[in-house]
């Protein structure tokens, strides 16, 4: 049984350009959401999914950030026009079941905008 | 809105016992977890507490008291390995998303 995986690992990119990542969740799990981590803090929620359909979204989600999950399998979140504000880790995690149920995390993707 | 407070840092010493503590306020309550996270890696699921009392697994213990807005998880046996920062959370209302505290960096010496 694999865990959720995510690539790249590491992204160093310019101010003002496009990033993607890739999040691969654990195969039988229809839930996948985003959440972005400062040094010092914990998880901050960005974005859920339950199959393909985006049905949550925090307002931290600026207009530069979209997320999709084509076929309800992996998932992608792209930050356009970076700004070294996005420098921070990006996790994916997974879970399947009702209500509130647990989340298994991916090892990240750490952005890093120069 | 949720709102979360964890002490920052904690420092104990090897094989000693350490309770770290977690309060929280919520309009809405379901349940409250607890993830350790290593520096550099992932969060990794603890425990998760729906009803109040005691829950032991092995070494650590998670223990819930809705009426006071009041968790703490207690490791026992303490390893250098601990050393980790301890995320409380909280499902968010609509349940799905996890608000996390800032989490509590515990040290082990020896």
């Known amino acids: 049984d694999t865990g959720v995986s995510q690539n790249p690992r590491h992204k160093i990119t310019k101010r003002g350009q496009n990033v993607t990542f890739r999040c691969d969740p654990i195969?039988?799990?229809?839930?996948l959401y985003w959440y972005r981590q400062t040094l010092g803090q914990g998880p901050e929620f960005l974005t859920y999914?339950?199959?393909?359909?985006?049905?949550?979204k925090s307002r931290l989600l600026s207009d530069r950030f979209s997320a999709e999950r084509p076929k309800g399998s992996f998932s992608t979140l792209e930050i356009q026009r970076t700004e070294q504000g996005d420098s921070a880790m990006y996790l994916c995690?997974?879970?399947?079941?009702?209500?509130?149920?647990?989340?298994?995390f991916g090892p990240g993707t750490r952005l890093t905008v120069l | 809105g949720q709102n979360i407070d964890q002490p920052t840092e904690m420092t104990a010493t090897e094989g000693a016992i350490v309770q770290i503590n977690c309060t929280y306020q919520t309009s809405g309550f379901n349940g409250l977890f607890w993830y350790q996270q290593h520096a550099g890696e992932a969060p990794t699921f603890l425990s998760y507490?729906?009803?109040?009392g005691l829950e032991e697994k092995g070494r650590f213990s998670s223990f819930l008291s809705r009426s006071k807005g009041y968790s703490y998880l207690l490791l026992k046996e303490l390893q250098m390995k601990d050393s980790a920062s301890y995320l409380c959370a909280l499902p968010s209302n609509s349940g799905y998303a996890l608000n996390f505290g800032k989490g509590t960096s515990l040290l082990v010496t020896p």
């Open positions: 195969s039988e799990h229809n839930r």
């Open positions: 507490n729906v009803l109040d």
């Open positions: 999914f339950q199959n393909e359909a985006q049905l949550e």
């Open positions: 995690a997974s879970s399947q079941g009702q209500g509130p149920d647990t989340q298994y």
